[in-house]
């Protein structure tokens, strides 16, 4: 069963930039699409950044200009967000997800488990 594990996130100062990861756990056939979303106390889940296939990325209105998707290149199982100049307003859980196609299991959405980033001073 293909897994998403993030990784970074936890207590950041304001100001400072931000690196998410997210591995996904077996061989991945063909990275779909990708994306990192957010959600915060008493608020729907928006999007962060997005990106499929060599498309140019997408961004949330709220971290345009300071956010950035990409993928380690040669296996497609690793995906970075950086969020840079947080404020506190950029607290939340991030979740990470791909669309993913592999021969054994067809196209299907992955999402991982969700990481606390609390900026705070």
């Known amino acids: 069963q293909m897994q998403l594990v993030q990784s970074g996130g936890g207590l950041v100062q304001p100001g400072e930039d931000l690196r998410l990861a997210c591995e996904a756990s077996?061989?991945?056939?063909?990275?779909?699409?990708m994306g990192w979303y957010r959600q915060a106390p008493g608020k729907q889940r928006e999007l962060v950044a997005s990106k499929m296939g060599n498309y140019e990325a997408e961004y949330g209105d709220s971290v345009k200009g300071r956010a950035t998707i990409w993928r380690e290149d040669v296996s497609n199982r690793l995906m970075f967000l950086r969020l840079n100049s947080l404020t506190p307003e950029d607290t939340a859980v991030y979740y990470c997800t791909m669309n993913i196609f592999n021969p054994t299991d067809g196209t299907n959405d992955y999402w991982g488990q969700g990481t606390q980033v609390t900026v705070s001073s």
């Open positions: 077996g061989r991945i056939e063909r990275l779909n699409a």
